[in-house]
């Protein structure tokens, strides 16, 4: 059974039609939902999920405490090992997810932080990941650092070099593939 990896921006609560056929093609080939228990994108699909009835979701909840298991399926704790429960705190239990997936489905509005994290860790360990990306309304197939370079050139300048700064996108992403500078 292949797994994929869902994740999104917490300001994302609501699924369209394009993100609920995703959804419902990884369901017919019975693939296995790794999802994360954040509000937002997390939540809404997990109410999706448990509309469905579908059964094969594993939730991952960073430390002890998950904050939505709608569907009551099977969870699984990550330790994080910090203190607080910052950034760093949930990018733990990200890893862990996108370690376990075949590939990743992200719905990004163009500027959640977690959620670009998410798809460049993904294409870090060489696995492909589809882009709902709200702002135009399209899905993308990022399998490279030139796809995820396409991606970026459609953000905000602004704010992708406030966020590429943040998750030093220029050390993590060959230079020469990159046609943004992130400096």
């Known amino acids: 059974m292949k797994k994929v990896v869902f994740g999104g921006s917490r300001k994302l609560g609501k699924l369209n039609k394009a993100i609920r056929e995703h959804a419902d093609n990884i369901m017919a080939e019975r693939h296995l939902v790794l999802i994360g228990d954040a509000n937002g994108a997390d939540r809404a699909m997990q109410e999706y999920l448990a509309q469905k009835n579908y059964p094969h979701v594993l939730v991952f909840c960073a430390g002890s405490d998950c904050r939505n298991n709608i569907g009551r399926w099977e969870t699984r704790f990550v330790p994080s090992g910090r203190a607080h ?80 700064n943040l998750l030093r996108l220029s050390q993590r992403i060959h230079p020469e593939q990159l046609r943004l500078n992130f400096t």
Not at 97 to 118: H, P, R
Not at 134 to 140: L, M, V
């Open 85 to 164: 429960k910052d950034f760093q705190h949930y990018a733990i239990r990200d890893k862990q997810m996108i370690k376990e997936a075949d590939y990743g489905f992200m719905v990004w509005d163009g500027k959640s932080k977690g959620t670009l994290n998410q798809i460049v860790n993904l294409i870090e360990v060489d696995k492909h990941v589809i882009v709902y990306f709200s702002p135009k309304k399209r899905s993308f197939t990022v399998k490279s650092c030139h796809g995820l370079a396409d991606l970026l050139s459609l953000c905000d300048r602004g704010v992708i070099e406030l966020l590429g």
